[in-house]
């Protein structure tokens, strides 16, 4: 039997600032990926996310980004290595710290937008990114890019690594995804989204924008939680996934 992981990315509202339906969103997924405070939440609302998904049985991952609240962490910034190693421990002992009030642990972390894209490409942080979670904690399991150097550098670190696709975004012709900035970045449309992704599953092909199939291993699948449309898109695809006899489980799980 096809099994997957669906995963999230949640706990992105600030402040005053509310992004999101993540209760409801919980229900749904498998995996939760809670902003640090770098790109997204804050003190608060990582509390009340990690306290959410450990009511509902959700594996918690950190998702670290890099520090630009104005840009959401989707703007790339020149980092040095050694800057992204420590600001990725900072937030993950953060969520950390959260998930031990609540007599639960992190099971994974999934990096943020640029900083996600960048170690997607360039080895250097890629590796940065690795050497600091298996530092924090070897047990965790790293998500990357489906193919991309931060799910080789996990590899090569020693750490479990899932490779991750995504329901909502399109892909270029070398298996990256199309950059926000173009208009064909995003699928608006949730039942080409599933089509997409069970054919991804069973057969290890998405197409890319110029019309040629892509290799592509798939662990997990992310919806995008800050979208308004998130909470649809994850209930279609959650209800074409179990159509199709696919097993929807925790990365990590039996």
Known sequence: MHRIDLNCDLGESFGAYQIGQDEKVLDLVTSANIACGYHAGDHNVMAKTVKLAVEKGVGIGAHPGLPDLIGFGRRPMQVAPEDVYNFVVYQIGALQAFARVH??????????????????????????????VYDVDRNLILFGLAGGELVKAGQAKGLASAQEVFADRTYQPDGTLTPRTQPNAMIHHAEEAVERMIRLIKEGKVEAVDGSDVAIQADTICVHGDEPSALLFVQKLKQGLQHHQIAIKKVGSE
């Open 103 to 132: 007599q639960a642990s992190l099971n994974h972390v999934k990096p943020h937008g640029a900083l996600y894209n960048m170690a997607a490409r360039d080895r250097d942080l890629a590796q940065a990114i690795a050497e600091a």
